[in-house]
């Protein structure tokens, strides 16, 4: 009996030392420092606007900060391949969105590959952008627009948060669906954009609900429809471009959370975990809902696949409307 009660002690004694070996060797839990977001925008960009009301409570919920850090420029591809080249430990994550997705057309000078250089984590948000104009356009509607872009081809400008972004795409295909030439005039993301849109340097826009509805509301400038399938909360007066004269027009912009592609599946896992309690969260729903914003919650395979879709969608836009990089 003594010496059962020795061997079995003795295997205890070794299963507990195996145990410990196994966690020394795997390390401590995820995360044990500071985790950095890189953001492609400018501060006051929709993207910004929304990381600034992710990452505090992502961070609350993950038991480290998380740090958000603008690196604006290349529609967001500067950011990107940051990230890329970062260690692939879940340290340094990326706030991805729809213009990764057009860029990996649009620019043949990108030194990396969206969908196989950066891994899905989680997806965050979706929002419609609005066509706004100037007043001083005279036009009421989309099919004023219309009839004046085809009364004066290449004389009215519409502004964009950049090159690849959705706004561009969003006047491109619109240019395409309707007929017409509206010149595009690219800028560093939306707050500037925006500032010469209520200068009248540029007329029309595809803006963020997010940076204009506080002009619309001011009268400043003017919103003729919003460009999502269904109208949206943040201003539901309005109709969608496709009710208005171009159906089947459709265009958003998404947000999602990227990392390296080599990051642990256990740490990808967890970030996605957390992210979707985030967003569950009723005091940031109200947040991103004022804003015009809506949560987008997906897995890593299921934002996987939404990019691979989204990536062929604005590719066969490029192609079709010989959209290109100015």
């Known amino acids: 009996m003594k010496m059962a009660k020795a061997v079995l002690a003795a295997a205890a004694l070794g299963l507990a030392g195996a145990a410990c070996a196994q966690s020394a060797a795997s390390g ?6 500071a985790i950095k977001l890189l953001i492609g925008f ?3 960009s929709a993207a910004d606007v929304v990381a600034r009301i992710v990452s505090p409570r992502l961070g609350e919920t993950l038991g480290q900060p998380l740090i958000a850090e603008n690196r604006a420029g290349a529609s967001s591809s500067i950011a990107a391949e940051a990230v890329v080249r970062s260690p692939a430990d879940g340290y340094v994550l990326f706030f991805g969105s ?3 997705a057009i860029n ?17 984590v989680a997806g965050l948000t979706t929002m419609s952008n609005l066509l706004v104009v100037h007043p001083s356009l005279g036009v009421r509607s989309v099919a004023e627009l219309i009839a004046a872009a085809k009364a004066k081809p290449d004389a009215i400008l519409y502004g964009s948060s950049g090159n690849g972004t959705s706004p561009h795409l969003s006047g491109e ?14 800028y560093k993301g939306s707050p500037q954009a925006v500032t010469d849109l209520l200068a009248g340097r540029v007329q029309v826009m595809f803006s963020p609900a997010s940076t204009v509805l506080a002009h619309i509301k001011a009268g400043k400038l ?3 429809a919003s460009t999502g399938a269904q ?8 109709p969608t471009v496709s009710e208005s004269g171009l159906p089947g027009f459709e265009t958003s912009i998404w947000f999602g959370l990227f990392a390296p592609a080599a990051t642990p599946r256990d740490v990808i896992d967890r970030i996605a975990r957390e992210t979707a309690r985030v967003l569950a969260a009723p005091d940031v729903r109200a947040q991103l809902a004022r804003q015009g914003v809506d949560p987008m919650p997906k897995t890593p395979e299921q934002l996987g696949e939404y990019v691979r879709d989204e990536v062929d969608k604005w590719g066969q836009v490029v192609r079709n409307s010989g959209a290109r990089v100015d």
């Open 28 to 33: 401590p839990a995820y995360p044990v420092k």
């Open 173 to 186: 295909l619109f240019n395409l669906m309707a007929g017409v030439k509206m010149v595009h005039i690219p």
């Open 98 to 100: 729809v213009a990764n």
């Open 42 to 44: 400018p501060p006051g």
């Open 104 to 120: 990996a057309s649009l620019n043949k000078d990108l030194t990396f590959d969206f969908t196989k250089d950066l891994a899905p």
């Open 231 to 238: 109208r949206t909360a943040a201003a539901p007066e309005l």
């Open 222 to 224: 003017r919103a003729l």
